[in-house]
C-alpha cells in the first residue's frame, strides 16, 4: 500500500503515532494509519494526531471485541474516517468498513487469499495474499 500512495496526498503512519480522539478524550495506537494531507497535531505535540482518513488495526483474541466494538465507536466520531479495516492474525479474514455518510457504514469481510480489497478513501488496493504473504497458520482451524 505504501508504494501505491507514493506521489499522492496520503502519507502511511505505523504504530509509533499517537492518534488522539477528543469526543473521547482518548489516545490510540493504531497498527497502521493514513492521513490525506497535512496531519492536524493535538495541542501542537509531534506524536500525536486528529485527522486519519483510514486505520488498520490487526486483531488478537485479547483485542478483538473492543476493536470490533468500543474502539470502532471511538473512532467514528473522528470526521475524517472513512475506513476502518479489522486483519486477523490467527486465520485469513479481514473486515473492511467503510463510511457511507455521517452515520452509516458498510462493511465486507474477505477471508480467500486471491481477493483483493479496493480502498474508498486512496486509490490504493490491497491483495489478501499480500498482507498474509509471511504467515503461517496454525492446521487446528
Known amino acids: 500500500?505504501?508504494?501505491?500512495?507514493?506521489?499522492?496526498?496520503?502519507?502511511?503512519?505505523?504504530?509509533?503515532l499517537r492518534l488522539w480522539i477528543p469526543t473521547y478524550q482518548r489516545g490510540t495506537y493504531p497498527d497502521v494509519m493514513v492521513i490525506a494531507g497535512q496531519p492536524q497535531r493535538h495541542d501542537d505535540r509531534d506524536d500525536e494526531v486528529l485527522n486519519p482518513c483510514?486505520?488498520?488495526?490487526?486483531?488478537?483474541?485479547?483485542?478483538?471485541?473492543?476493536?470490533?466494538?468500543?474502539?470502532?465507536?471511538?473512532?467514528?466520531?473522528?470526521?475524517?474516517?472513512?475506513?476502518?479495516?479489522?486483519?486477523?492474525?490467527?486465520?485469513?479474514?479481514?473486515?473492511?468498513?467503510?463510511?457511507?455518510?455521517?452515520?452509516?457504514?458498510?462493511?465486507?469481510?474477505?477471508?480467500?487469499?486471491?481477493?483483493?480489497?479496493?480502498?474508498k478513501t486512496s486509490p490504493a488496493t490491497l491483495p489478501i495474499a499480500q498482507i498474509y504473504r509471511r504467515v503461517v497458520f496454525s492446521e487446528s482451524k
Open 1 to 16: 500500500m505504501i508504494g501505491q500512495l507514493d506521489q499522492t496526498q496520503f502519507e502511511v503512519f505505523n504504530s509509533d
Open 54 to 119: 483510514f486505520l488498520v488495526e490487526v486483531l488478537s483474541p485479547s483485542t478483538e471485541l473492543f476493536d470490533r466494538a468500543d474502539k470502532f465507536r471511538f473512532y467514528r466520531s473522528i470526521p475524517e474516517l472513512a475506513e476502518y479495516l479489522l486483519v486477523r492474525q490467527d486465520e485469513p479474514f479481514i473486515t473492511h468498513f467503510w463510511k457511507l455518510d455521517d452515520s452509516n457504514w458498510q462493511f465486507c469481510d474477505y477471508s480467500d487469499r486471491t481477493q483483493t480489497i479496493a480502498l
